[in-house]
């Protein structure tokens, strides 16, 4: 590489610093949200350095009170330097005040480190692939400053997606270098790196066979020995990761049910949400993190069709003509694409913060396309308007982008803020109405915030029981927790009436499973509204019923 190149990359690398550092300096005074609790203020493991090896042991929520299968024990580990970076009182352990003093400006600093990085590897692989300088520059920065990245940088538990794609891009740039063995031991550690960052790294090796074949293709060589071992040994490493996490001792189980809908319904979503990432891709505007199909129409469909088929038809023109980076960025975001598109059955039907990889792919193919062969096919003149052109509109883009992220960063700032806003895209998310009203009521001291809440939450429940009769007496956590909560605010109100009406709800269920300890807490506490309304005797009867039920309210001796 020449003097000159050096001094290129150098500049390169620097613009994309600052234009990280503009876009989310706005983030460093923002809270802790949403899975930050469990990731890091209630995380006892994350809090004990001498713990560490017990991270790549447990589930990254191991303190969430559930059941999660999310294993990113390189992720944890960034969590316990930053803490303990950060603290200079006591762990959970020992106060529950950690949950109010420790400081989160470091982790955000940490979070935007890592995006950066993920940024400069990127560009150092557009470099090794012989990009245009243009090309080098302007993707990059697209990149680093796109708001669908907000997700992932602004929100501290969303930094994942950046390690990730760090690692891989990381991965990716030794690859292809000159083929020293070393090389060849830091892809593969990379890829190890990236499977413990986040389990969406296990597409690498498909990402390594097509960008080693653009490689190639463009140095007008052979494979060589050297590249097949690293993809052999990339194999083997998803085998063996897969075994672990699939039926070995890594994996977690779930509480979570992935949609049961058709394949033939899961088609039709997969189409509408392609035509969703498209429309956020070029223009993101309106995010939120509780995206759902219910506002698609056939019209949706449609759009999903012709934006499915012109990306295919760019990768079919690019293989014609011999682009391949072309054909690599196409290629590299239809691969990483598909994991996340809803064929298979997933959790959600999208989300903002998976494009994270995928865009890369996506802006790198269209920028060359537009930027280089298009004005190609005009004269020399035509041909440098034509591309003047493209680069201002470019540029216009790269403004638009930036100035919406910093706008989408205050969304994230606090518990209230990104709730409310989601809210405002989604108001028939339950999960949402619920963690604001536990927001107001834990934290800020609101119960009529809270009340509102979980009022709501009951009639979106009552509204899907009508719709599905045989639904009537099915009650999900949610709609049971805000029944519970809602009687707790009415008893320290002191209006029994409703408060028991909350209880008596719960009480008349089921008491087997998980429903045990909220029934018989149910009955003690309809027995406490009853005692304090001066009927004694029905109260004790309740109160022994749910001593039955739940001996660990019973009084002890």
């Not at 930036?402 to 994230?412: D, G, I, K, Q, Y």
Request: aromatic fraction near 12%; include cysteine.
């Amino acid at each position: 590489m020449s003097e000159q190149e050096s001094s290129y990359t150098r500049c390169i690398a620097l613009v994309l610093i600052a234009l990280g550092i503009f876009v989310y300096a706005n983030t460093f005074k923002s809270d802790f949200i949403w899975d930050d609790a469990s990731s890091v203020l209630l995380h006892q493991t994350v809090q004990d350095p001498s713990s560490v090896l017990t991270l790549f042991t447990e589930d990254q929520h191991a303190y969430a009170g559930g059941q999660g299968n999310f294993y990113r024990p390189l992720l944890a580990v960034t969590f316990m330097i930053d803490f303990w970076l950060s603290n200079n009182g006591p762990t959970i352990h020992e106060s529950t005040e950690v949950v109010n003093t420790l400081s989160p400006l470091l982790f955000h600093i940490d979070s935007l480190i890592w995006h950066c990085m993920a940024a400069l590897f990127f560009m150092l692989l557009l470099r090794n692939l012989k990009a245009p300088i243009l090309i080098q520059a302007l993707v990059p920065m697209l990149y680093i400053v796109h708001p669908l990245h907000t997700e992932a940088v602004s929100y501290i538990s969303g930094r994942a997606d950046s390690m990730s794609a760090t690692f891989i891009f990381a991965g990716l740039f030794f690859a292809t270098r000159s083929k020293l063995w070393l090389n060849i031991v830091l892809v593969v550690l990379c890829y190890i790196a990236g499977l413990l960052s986040k389990e969406s790294s296990l597409i690498f090796p498909g990402l390594l066979v097509l960008t080693l074949y653009a490689h190639n293709k463009i140095e007008s060589q052979q494979w060589d020995k050297k590249q097949l071992v690293a993809i052999v040994a990339s194999a083997a490493t998803f085998a063996t990761y897969g075994v672990l996490r699939s039926v070995g001792p890594l994996n977690f189980g779930s509480d979570s049910q992935a949609p049961t809908n058709s394949f033939g319904d899961r088609i039709a979503e997969t189409l509408q949400s392609f035509a969703y990432y498209m429309e956020l891709l070029f223009s993101p505007s309106n995010l939120h993190m509780e995206r759902t199909l219910v506002q698609a129409t056939s019209t949706t469909t449609i759009l999903g069709v012709l934006s499915l088929v012109a990306v295919l038809g760019i990768t079919l023109f690019a293989f014609k003509k011999k682009e391949h980076r072309i054909l690599l960025g196409s290629l590299w975001f239809l691969l990483t694409w598909l994991p996340i598109s809803g064929i298979f059955p997933l959790n959600a039907p999208m989300a903002e913060h998976w494009m994270y990889v995928p865009m890369a792919g996506f802006l790198w193919a269209l920028l060359e396309l537009c930027l280089c062969v298009i004005p190609n096919t005009a004269g020399d003149a035509p041909k440098l308007k034509l591309r003047n052109a493209f680069v201002g509109l470019s540029i216009i883009w790269l403004i638009f982008l930036s100035l919406n992220s910093v706008e989408r960063n205050v969304a994230w700032s606090s518990n209230t803020h990104i709730y409310s806003a989601t809210l405002s895209e989604n108001p028939k998310s339950t999960r949402v109405h619920y963690n604001l009203a536990v927001t107001y009521q834990d934290l800020e001291n609101n119960p009529v915030g809270a009340k509102r809440h979980y009022t709501q939450i009951l009639g979106v429940y009552a509204q899907k029981k009508a719709q599905n009769p045989s639904q009537k007496d099915t009650f999900w956590d949610e709609e049971i927790q805000s029944h519970y909560s809602l009687a707790q605010i009415y008893f320290t109100e002191q209006n029994y009436a409703e408060a028991s009406k909350h209880f008596n709800t719960l009480a008349k269920l089921n008491p087997s499973g998980n429903n045990r300890s909220i029934v018989g807490r149910s009955m003690y506490g309809l027995g406490q509204c009853l005692l304090k309304t001066g009927r004694q005797q029905q109260a004790q009867t309740l109160f022994e019923q749910a001593f039955k039920i739940a001996p660990e309210l019973a009084p002890k001796g």
